[in-house]
C-alpha cells in the first residue's frame, strides 16, 4: 500500500509497510499513482497528454526507477505484519508502566476533564503510600526482564498528594538497584501547587513533567477554572515559567485541550512559545459530541489548515534557529518504533494499567471509573483474564475500518478508549479522531521531508 | 533517481528481526493521555546506539 500526498509544494509517497518515504516530482507521482493499475502505454499516453515535454525514454527511465524500488522493497512493498500483530501481543504477559492515580481530586474546576473534575464518577480519594508502594511492587513483579519501568502520578491534580508522590518515588528508588530496574517518573500537573519544593523534587526525579496550559488567557480560563470559577492562568503561567526554567535539559511537555472554542489553536500554541515554552503539546478535545465545546464536521477543514499553519511555522522557526517542538509532530524516521510498536500500540490492558487511590487496576486512565473495565487490583493482580485478552488482540490489525487506511503504523489503530466511548467497543475506530491523527501524520512527514531535502 | 529522492528511514521489515525489546516509552505516559500516536516515541534500542 502505498499513500501519495501534496503539502508544503512537496509531492510525497509514503511506502506504508517498508515505512520508506519519497519526495517526487509532478511526473514521478502522476507515474507511481498509475504505476500498479495501467499499463505501461497507457501511463506513456497519459503522462504525455498531461505534460507536452516529456519524452517516451524519459518516462520509460522513471518506471525503471519505480521498479527498482519495489525490488529493493522501497515501494509497494506487500504488507507482512497481521500475524505478527495477535501473535506478538498475545504472548507479551510483562507489564512496564503504571499510571497511578494519586489524587481523585482536584483544585481546579476544568469543565472538559475526562475524570469529571479528578473523582472519575466517583467518590473524591487519595492514595496512600501504602498502596501506592504496594503499587511498584507489583510493577516490579510483573515486569520480566523489562529493564525500563515508566510510573506516571496523575489524578486529578497529583500536586494534592504530593508527600504520598515522594514516598512512592524514594521507595521505588530504594529497591531499583536490587532488582535491576530504572524507573522512570512522569509527573502531570495543573501547576496550581507548583512551588520550589516541587520544582526540586521534579528536576531531580522526573523524566518528564506536563503542564496543563491551553494557551491564550481567554481560552484558558474559559475551561480551565478554580473551584470559585476564576481563571487559572494568572495562577500557573508563572509557576510554570519558573519550572521550564529550572529544568534545564530534562524533559517536560506544555499540554493544551483544544475545543470548539478555539479552532484557531495554532494561535495558542504560539501563544505558548511567545511565553517561553518550546516542548509543547495540543490535543483535541474529546467529549460527548451535544457538549457545547465539542468539535463538529465543520470545524474539521479549519483544523486542518490549523495544522498546516503549525507545520509550516515550525519549518520557519526552525530555519530561524528558534525551534519549537509539538509532540505529534515528533516523529523521527530513522530512529522511530519498530513494527511490534507500531502494530501493537499504546500497551492499555496489557503493559500499561492505571491505578486507582484504593489499588483497583483498569486498563488505562480513561476507562477509570467504568466497572465493567475493572481488570482486578495490585493484590491479587489481573483478574478479569478475559478483559484483558480483548485488550491482547486489539491492535492495528484488530478493526475492519483500518484494513485500507495508510496510518494504521503511526497508531496502531488508535486509543482503545477513543474507540469504546465513540462506539462502545475497544474494537471500534474514532472516525473524528482518525481524521486530524492522518492530517498530523501528513504534516509531520513533510516535515521530515523538508528537513531531509534542506540539510 | 532524476524524478524520486528517497529519505532515509527505518525499515521496517527489518525491524521484525530486531525489535521487539519493548523497552520503549509507554506513548501515553508522554503527553497526549487521549490519544494513540505511537509513531512519535523513540526506539530505545536507536537511541542508546546513537
Not at chain 1, 83 to 91: E, N, P, Q, R
Not at chain 1, 252 to 267: K, L
Not at chain 1, 273 to 289: I, K, R, W
Request: hydrophobic fraction near 35%; charge should be negative.
Amino acid at each position: 500500500m502505498i499513500h501519495q500526498f501534496k503539502l508544503n509544494g512537496y509531492n510525497i509517497v509514503l511506502d506504508v509497510f517498508s515505512g520508506s518515504v519519497h519526495a517526487v516530482d509532478e511526473v514521478a507521482y502522476d507515474i507511481i499513482s498509475m504505476y500498479k493499475n495501467k499499463s505501461k502505454e497507457e501511463i506513456i499516453k497519459a503522462i504525455q497528454s498531461k505534460y507536452s515535454d516529456i519524452s517516451t525514454s524519459d518516462i520509460e527511465e522513471c518506471l525503471g526507477d519505480i521498479k527498482e524500488l519495489e525490488n529493493n522493497g522501497k515501494l509497494f512493498t506487500e504488507d507482512i505484519y497481521a500475524d505478527l500483530a495477535f501473535d506478538f501481543k498475545k504472548k507479551n504477559t510483562v507489564i512496564k508502566a503504571l499510571c497511578l492515580h494519586i489524587a481523585h481530586t482536584c483544585n481546579l474546576n476544568c469543565e472538559y476533564c475526562f475524570a469529571s473534575q479528578g473523582k472519575y464518577h466517583g467518590e473524591r480519594a487519595l492514595m496512600s503510600l501504602e498502596v501506592g508502594k504496594r503499587a511498584i511492587d507489583f510493577l516490579i513483579e510483573n515486569s520480566g526482564k523489562r529493564r525500563n519501568l515508566e510510573v506516571d502520578f496523575f489524578g486529578g491534580e497529583p500536586l494534592m498528594n504530593f508527600d504520598v508522590v515522594k514516598g512512592i518515588v524514594k521507595y521505588a528508588r530504594s529497591i531499583e538497584k536490587k532488582h535491576n530496574k530504572n524507573f522512570r517518573f512522569t509527573l502531570t500537573t495543573n501547576g496550581v501547587l507548583v512551588d520550589d519544593d516541587v520544582i526540586d523534587f521534579a528536576n531531580k526525579e522526573c523524566h518528564n513533567v506536563v503542564l496543563s496550559l491551553d494557551g491564550r488567557k481567554e481560552v484558558h480560563d474559559r475551561l480551565r477554572k478554580t473551584i470559585n470559577g476564576k481563571g487559572s492562568y494568572d495562577t500557573i503561567v508563572p509557576k510554570f515559567q519558573h519550572f521550564v526554567k529550572r529544568r534545564g535539559n530534562k524533559g517536560y511537555y506544555v499540554r493544551g485541550t483544544f475545543t470548539h472554542n478555539n479552532v484557531d489553536f495554532t494561535n495558542d500554541i504560539f501563544h505558548m512559545a511567545d511565553l517561553g515554552f518550546t516542548e509543547l503539546s495540543m490535543e483535541p478535545v474529546v467529549c460527548a459530541p451535544d457538549d457545547p465545546y465539542a468539535l463538529t464536521e465543520e470545524d474539521l477543514p479549519v483544523l486542518f489548515e490549523q495544522y498546516e499553519i503549525l507545520a509550516k511555522d515550525m519549518i520557519r522557526r526552525e530555519k530561524e534557529g528558534k525551534p519549537i517542538t509539538f509532540y505529534h509532530y515528533m516523529i523521527d524516521l530513522t530512529g522511530g518504533p519498530c513494527i511490534y510498536k507500531r502494530i501493537s500500540g499504546c500497551g492499555s490492558g496489557c503493559e500499561y494499567f492505571a491505578v486507582t487511590p484504593w489499588g483497583d487496576l483498569y486498563p488505562c486512565h480513561q476507562f477509570v471509573g467504568d466497572e465493567s473495565y475493572l481488570m482486578g487490583d495490585i493484590w491479587k493482580g489481573i483478574v478479569n483474564k478475559e478483559k484483558q485478552d480483548e485488550f491482547k488482540l486489539c491492535n492495528a490489525y484488530a478493526r475492519p475500518e483500518c484494513e485500507d487506511c495508510w496510518a494504521k503504523l503511526f497508531c496502531s489503530g488508535g486509543c482503545a478508549a477513543n474507540a469504546y466511548h465513540a462506539t462502545g467497543s475497544i474494537n471500534g475506530i474514532y472516525e473524528y479522531g482518525c481524521k486530524l491523527f492522518r492530517k498530523r501524520m501528513e504534516c509531520a512527514i513533510m516535515m521530515q521531508v523538508d528537513k531531509s531535502l534542506n540539510k | 533517481m532524476k524524478r524520486i529522492q528517497t529519505i532515509e528511514t527505518r525499515d521496517l521489515k527489518k525491524s521484525t528481526v530486531e525489535g521487539g525489546c519493548g523497552e520503549c516509552q509507554t506513548s501515553c505516559q508522554s503527553a497526549c493521555k487521549t490519544s494513540c500516536g505511537v509513531a512519535n516515541q523513540q526506539c530505545e534500542k536507536c537511541l542508546n546506539e546513537e
